[in-house]
């Protein structure tokens, strides 16, 4: 099978009518991954929640004029704070 040829498939599942029962489906699927992830303590957040906010820190100080490695120091290096910039600005500092 060839990508173009899967890609329409892809398409065409998406391009169905949409039942009320798939969308509640779908919905109790997200919930039951939801769930799990958050009982597992995804991305280690029950031990080393707190250093979910470095990155957001260097991603807001460079939003605000900040510059990495000069005006302030990022701990992951100067990069991953204009990432994190990034993903910020997108989100519109949300």
Same mark, same amino acid.
């Given at each position: 099978?060839?990508?173009?040829?899967?890609?329409?498939?892809?398409?065409?599942?998406?391009? /169905?009518?949409?039942?009320?029962? +798939?969308?509640?489906? +779908?919905?109790?699927?997200?919930?039951?991954? +939801?769930?799990?992830?958050?009982?597992?303590?995804?991305?280690?957040? /029950?031990?080393?929640?707190?250093?979910?906010?470095?990155?957001?820190?260097? *991603?807001?100080?460079?939003?605000?004029?900040?510059?990495?490695?000069?005006? %302030?120091?990022?701990?992951?290096?100067?990069?991953? *704070?204009? %990432?994190?910039?990034?993903?910020?600005?997108?989100? /519109? /500092? %949300?």
């Amino acid at each position: 099978m060839t990508l173009a040829r899967a890609l329409d498939r892809v398409a065409a599942i998406w391009s /169905r009518p949409k039942r009320p029962l +798939a969308e509640v489906c +779908a919905v109790a699927l997200i919930l039951a991954i +939801a769930g799990v992830a958050a009982a597992a303590g995804a991305v280690h957040t /029950r031990i080393f929640g707190h250093d979910i906010f470095i990155p957001l820190d260097a *991603g807001w100080r460079v939003l605000n004029g900040q510059r990495p490695d000069l005006d %302030f120091s990022p701990s992951m290096g100067p990069l991953f *704070g204009l %990432f994190a910039a990034a993903g910020l600005w997108l989100a /519109r /500092r %949300f």
